[in-house]
C-alpha cells in the first residue's frame, strides 16, 4: 500500500470549503476520473493492511507437526543406521510428497477463501463526474463524496457535509453502545478531541443506524482512525466447521483405533520370533496408512472449490457451516420483492379524490390533485433515474419514471422546492417525509403505507380543495386500495401540509392532508415458478414474506404456486393477536405472511423451528439482522441488502434471486455427498489395509505389504480418488430426495455398512492374491524354507490387488444406489484420470528397475495381472450388485 504524501491531521476543525479546496472537489460533481487515478496512486487502496499469510515454507513445516510424522522421522532415522538406505530415503520421499500436498490444499483454500471475502466487500455510493455510482468501498479515495444512508458501513472517515437526522452506532471504535446523533455544526477547535466528541465526523467501520448524509473521504485505509487502532479486521480466521470438528474427532478416535492395533501387532509379531526392525516400520507405517489424516485436508479443498462454484452461480457464502446446513433445510423464507419477483417496480394505477381510479396511461388531462401526488413522490426520494443509470429503492425508481412518462421536469422542480430536512424512513412508521423550501414558503411531502399514512391525516385534497377528511373519504381509499390489491398492485399512499415557518421533525407526520394512493406491480421472476416447484419436489417448503397488503401478496403467492387459498394467508396485525404457543401450533397452515415487519420475522422463524424444521430466512434491511441470527440459514440479499444485513447472513444473493438459494441447496446437498462420499472410501480403504496386515500376522503368515508399500498405498488412495470423490459433478437428482436430517452422521443410510463390506473384501482379496502368490511357485504360505525373491512376488501381488481393489472400488461411491453406468462412467473426468494415474504409477514402480528394487517389487506373469484385475473388480461388481436390490428396494 502506498504511504500518504500529504498527511491532514485537523480535518474535523477546518471549514468545509477549505477541505473542499483541499481536495478541489465540487460538492455536487465529486471527483472526477484523472483525480481518482492520482489520488489512488498518492494514497493506495482503501483496504486495512492485511495480515501477512503463512510463508509456503512455514505451511509445509507445519504440515509435518504431527506425532506420527515424528515417529516416520525416528523410522528413517534407524533404518539409515541400519543401512537400510532405500527404505530410509522412500518414507523420507513419502513424507516430503504428503507435506506437499498439504500445502497445496491449503493454498487452494485459502485463495478461494480470500476471493469470497473479495465478493462480499461492503460497497459505497459515490459522487463521481456527477454521477452517482456504487463501488467497492476499497476504490475509496481521499476527497470523494460519498452518501449514507441507513444499513451501510461508513467505507472510510468522512468530515460530514449534509445531515439528515444522521445516527451512527460507533461502538467498534469508542465502545459506546448508543448510536451517536451527527451535527454539523459543533464547533471542535483542539486536534485533541476525543473520537466520540468529533460529532461533525463519521469514521470507517461505524455503522449508520438512522437518517441519511454526504461527507467527503478525509482518510482511507490504515490511515483512518481504526486502521490506527488495529488490524482487527484482517485477523486470521483457523475456525472449523463443524463438519471438519467432527471429521477431526473421527479421526483422533480412529487413529487411537490404528495405533492400538498396530502395537498388537508388534507385540503379536515379537513373540511369534519375527524381525523387530522390520515390524517395527511395519506397525508404524501401518498407523499413519490407517489413519485418514487426509479427511480434513478433503474436506477444506472440497469445501473450498464448492463454495467458490457457488460464488459463480451467485451465491456466496460467508460462513462455511451453511454448507453442511443447506443441505437440511425444508423451510425457505422469502421476501417478495425482487426475490420472488424481478424487482421492477412500474406505476400502473393512481387513486386521487377527484378522478377516483385511474390508469396512468390514460390521456385525460392530468387533475391539480394528480400533478401534486406525482410531484411530491418524487421529492420525497433519495432515488436517481437518468436513461438506464438508475440508484436507490425499485419503489422509489418507479415513482421517478412515472414523472418522466408524465414529462415532469424533475430537475427544474427540484431547483425550485429545495429540501432542507427530512425524517427518513423506517420499518415502524412505514413513512418518509422531507421538509421542502418553496418560493418563500414551506411545504412537507410525506409518503409510505397506507394504513399507517391515513391515520396521520385530518384532511384531504378533492377538486383542488382542502377539506375535512370524512367516513366516506376512508371508505373509497379502503376500497381503491382492495381494488388494487386484487390486481397484485403495490400500493403506496401521499399526503402534504403546507406551514408558515421551518418546523421540528418531530412535527412532520401530523394533522398531514391525504391526496392519493398509487398503485405498481413488481411481476414474478419467470424461473421462480420452476424453483419453488423443484422446491416443492425436495422436501422444501417455500413460504412468502412480504410488507405487502394481504390481497396482492395472496395474488403473487397463489401465481407463484406457494399458496392455493386466501385462508393460507395471515397478516402482522393476525400474528399479534397469538401467542407464542399459538404461532407455534398454526404455523403450518400459513404460506405467506403479509403486513409484516421485520419483528415479526424472528418470530416466524421461532415459530418453524419449534415445530423441528431447519429455517433459511432471507433478509435486505438493518432490522432484519435479528432474524437472519436466529436462522439456520440467514440469507442477504446482495444488490438491495443493506450492509448490516450481509454482516448478519450465512450467504447472499448476488443476484437477490429466489431461485438462487435453491441452487445453492442442491449445491450444499452435493457438496455434503462428494465429502461423504470420501470419507466412506477412505476409510473402506484404511480398514482392508489393517484388516490384511492383522489377519495375516495373527495367522503366523509372513507379512503381506512392507513399510514402504503401506505408506505409498496411502499416498495413491488419499491424494487419487479421494479427492476426486470429492469434486464429483452434481447429481441432478438430489433434489428428489428429502432433506437431510440435521442429526444424520456420515454411517448412516447403510455407509457404516459398506465401510465394512467394503473394508473386509479388500482385506481378504488382498490376502487372497499374497496366498495366490505362492501357489504360482508351488509353495505355501506357511512354509519355512521360502526364498526371498518368491516372498516379493507374493507381496507384489497382494500390493498391485489392494491398489486396484480401491481404485475400482471408488467408481462404486459415485452414488448410493445408482449403477456407475446410470450416474455416466465418464462423467467424473478426475476420477478417472485419478484411477488411471494410479495404475500408471503402479506400472512405473514395476518397469522402472531402480524402483522395483527399492519396493522389493517383482514383475509378476500375464496370467497373474489378470488375477490382479479379477480381484480388483469383485468389491466393484458386488457392489453394484447390492445396489440392483437396493433400487428394487426404493421402487
Known amino acids: 500500500m502506498a504511504e500518504h504524501k500529504t498527511e491532514i491531521k485537523d480535518y474535523f476543525t477546518q471549514p468545509i470549503d477549505d477541505l473542499l479546496k483541499k481536495f478541489n472537489v465540487d460538492q455536487q460533481v465529486g471527483l472526477k476520473s484523472e483525480q481518482v487515478e492520482q489520488l489512488r496512486s498518492e494514497y493506495g487502496s482503501n483496504a486495512l493492511k492485511e495480515k501477512e499469510r503463512r510463508s509456503i515454507f512455514a505451511m509445509f513445516i507445519s504440515q509435518l507437526n504431527d506425532a506420527l510424522i515424528y515417529v516416520l522421522f525416528a523410522a528413517v532415522i534407524i533404518t539409515f543406521v ?70 451501510r458501513y461508513v467505507p472510510a472517515d468522512l468530515r460530514l457535509l449534509e445531515n439528515a437526522n444522521l445516527k451512527v452506532d460507533e461502538s467498534s471504535l469508542t465502545g459506546e453502545s448508543v448510536p451517536v446523533e451527527k451535527d454539523l455544526d459543533a464547533e471542535i477547535k483542539t486536534d485533541y478531541t476525543a473520537i466520540g466528541d468529533r460529532l461533525n465526523m463519521s469514521f470507517m467501520s461505524s455503522l449508520v443506524t438512522f437518517g441519511r448524509g454526504t461527507g467527503i473521504v478525509v482518510a482511507t485505509g490504515n490511515q483512518t482512525e481504526v ?48 524381525d523387530l526392525t522390520e515390524m517395527f516400520l511395519t506397525s508404524v507405517s501401518l498407523a499413519v496408512a ?52 424481478q424487482n421492477k417496480m412500474t406505476v400502473k394505477e393512481l387513486f386521487t379524490f377527484g378522478d377516483q381510479l385511474i390508469d396512468v396511461d390514460s390521456e385525460d388531462p392530468i387533475l391539480p390533485e394528480e400533478q401534486l401526488l406525482v410531484e411530491g413522490m418524487f421529492l420525497a426520494s433519495d432515488a436517481t433515474l437518468d436513461g438506464e443509470k438508475k440508484t436507490g429503492d425499485p419503489t422509489e425508481v418507479a415513482l421517478l419514471a412515472l414523472a418522466d412518462s408524465w414529462s415532469i421536469d424533475r430537475k427544474e422542480i427540484h ?184 419483528e ?21 434491511g438493518v432490522n432484519d439482522a435479528p432474524s437472519l441470527n436466529m436462522a439456520d440459514i440467514g440469507v442477504a440479499m446482495g444488490i438491495t441488502g443493506t450492509d448490516v444485513a450481509k454482516n448478519s447472513a450465512d450467504m447472499i444473493l448476488a443476484d437477490d434471486n429466489f431461485s438462487t438459494i435453491i441452487s445453492a441447496i442442491e449445491q450444499g446437498r452435493n457438496i455434503y455427498n462428494n465429502i461423504k462420499k470420501s470419507v466412506i472410501f477412505l476409510l473402506s480403504s484404511n480398514v482392508g489395509e489393517v484388516l490384511a496386515m492383522l489377519v495375516a500376522i495373527i495367522s503366523g503368515m509372513p507379512i503381506p505389504l512392507l513399510a514402504t508399500q503401506l505408506l505409498w498405498i496411502n499416498l495413491i488412495t488419499d491424494t487419487l480418488p479421494a479427492v476426486a470423490l470429492g469434486m464429483d459433478p452434481g447429481d441432478k437428482s438430489v433434489m428428489e430426495e428429502k432433506p437431510r436430517s440435521i ?47 518368491i516372498h516379493d512376488y507374493a507381496r507384489t501381488m497382494a500390493f498391485l490387488t489392494i491398489i486396484a481393489c480401491q481404485l475400482f472400488y471408488s467408481l462404486s461411491f459415485r452414488h448410493e444406489y445408482k449403477s456407475i453406468f446410470q450416474v455416466g462412467l465418464f462423467s467424473n473426468k478426475y476420477l478417472i484420470l485419478a484411477i488411471l494415474m494410479g ?51 426404493r421402487k
Not at 513419502?94 to 483454500?109: C, D, P, T, Y
Not at 456527477?130 to 475509496?140: F, I, K, S, T, V
Not at 485436508?297 to 463454495?307: E, F, K, R, Y
Request: charged fraction near 25%; hydrophobic fraction near 45%.
Open 290 to 341: 490407517s489413519i485418514p489424516e487426509g479427511l480434513t485436508a478433503i474436506v477444506a479443498i472440497v469445501l473450498s472449490i464448492g463454495v467458490t462454484k457457488m460464488a459463480k452461480q451467485k451465491a456466496i457464502i460467508k460462513k462455511l457451516p451453511a454448507v453442511e446446513t443447506l443441505g437440511s433445510v425444508n423451510i425457505v423464507c422469502s421476501d417478495k420483492t425482487g426475490t420472488l419477483t
Open 415 to 598: 431547483k425550485q422546492q429545495e429540501r432542507v430536512d427530512e425524517l427518513a424512513f423506517d420499518s415502524d412508521r412505514k413513512m418518509m417525509s422531507t421538509l421542502h423550501k418553496k418560493e418563500g414558503e414551506w411545504v412537507l411531502y410525506a409518503k409510505g403505507a397506507v394504513d399507517n399514512l391515513i391515520l396521520k391525516c385530518d384532511r384531504v385534497m378533492e377538486h383542488g380543495e382542502i377539506i375535512p377528511f370524512t367516513d366516506a373519504h376512508k371508505e373509497l381509499v379502503d376500497k381503491a386500495v382492495d381494488d388494487m390489491s386484487h390486481k397484485a398492485l403495490r400500493t403506496l399512499g401521499f399526503a402534504f401540509k403546507p406551514v408558515k415557518s421551518k418546523i421540528s421533525p418531530e412535527e412532520f407526520e401530523e394533522d398531514l392532508v391525504f391526496v392519493g394512493v398509487v398503485g405498481m406491480i413488481d411481476p414474478p421472476r419467470e424461473e421462480v415458478k420452476d424453483s419453488i416447484q423443484s422446491a416443492k419436489e425436495a422436501g422444501i417448503e417455500t413460504i412468502m414474506i412480504t410488507g405487502d397488503h394481504k390481497q396482492t401478496a395472496f395474488a403473487i403467492a397463489k401465481e407463484l404456486g406457494i399458496a392455493e387459498e386466501e385462508k393460507q394467508v395471515v397478516t402482522g396485525k393476525e400474528i399479534n393477536s397469538l401467542s407464542v404457543e399459538d404461532l407455534s401450533s398454526k404455523i403450518s397452515d400459513y404460506k405467506v405472511f403479509a403486513r409484516v415487519s421485520p
Open 600 to 620: 415479526h420475522k424472528v418470530n416466524i422463524v421461532k415459530a418453524f423451528q419449534a415445530n423441528g424444521n431447519i429455517v433459511s430466512m432471507t433478509g435486505d
Open 743 to 789: 442429526k444424520e452422521n456420515f454411517f448412516s443410510h447403510g455407509a457404516g455398512w459398506r465401510v465394512i463390506l467394503g473394508g473386509v473384501l479388500i482385506g481378504i482379496l488382498t490376502i487372497v492374491a499374497f496366498v495366490i502368490g505362492y501357489w504360482e511357485h508351488d509353495y505355501s504360505v506357511f512354509d519355512k524354507q521360502i526364498p526371498e525373491d
Open 839 to 889: 495404475f500408471g504409477l503402479q506400472l512405473i514402480l514395476l518397469f522402472i528397475p531402480v524402483l522395483r528394487d527399492s519396493f522389493r517389487l517383482q514383475l509378476v506373469s500375464p496370467r497373474d495381472w489378470g488375477v490382479v484385475i479379477l480381484l480388483g473388480l469383485v468389491p466393484l461388481i458386488l457392489n453394484e450388485g447390492i445396489k440392483v436390490f437396493q433400487r428394487m428396494g
Open 227 to 274: 486502521g490506527k487502532i488495529a488490524n482487527y479486521l484482517a485477523e486470521e480466521n483457523n475456525s472449523k466447521t463443524p463438519l471438519e470438528i467432527r471429521l477431526n474427532h473421527l479421526g483422533k478416535t480412529l487413529g487411537k483405533l490404528a495405533v492400538g492395533i498396530c502395537v498388537l501387532i508388534f507385540v503379536i509379531s515379537y513373540f511369534q520370533g519375527r
Open 82 to 151: 541400519m543401512g537400510e538406505y532405500t527404505d530410509a530415503i522412500i518414507i523420507l520421499i513419502v513424507i516430503i510428497i504428503n507435506a506437499s500436498l498439504g500445502v497445496f490444499q491449503e493454498l487452494k483454500a485459502n485463495n478461494a477463501i480470500a476471493a469470497l471475502q473479495k465478493l462480499s466487500n461492503p460497497k459505497a455510493i459515490v459522487k463521481r463526474n456527477g454521477e452517482q455510482l456504487e463501488l467497492p468501498a476499497d476504490e475509496l479515495v481521499p476527497g470523494d463524496i460519498v452518501i449514507l444512508e441507513a444499513g
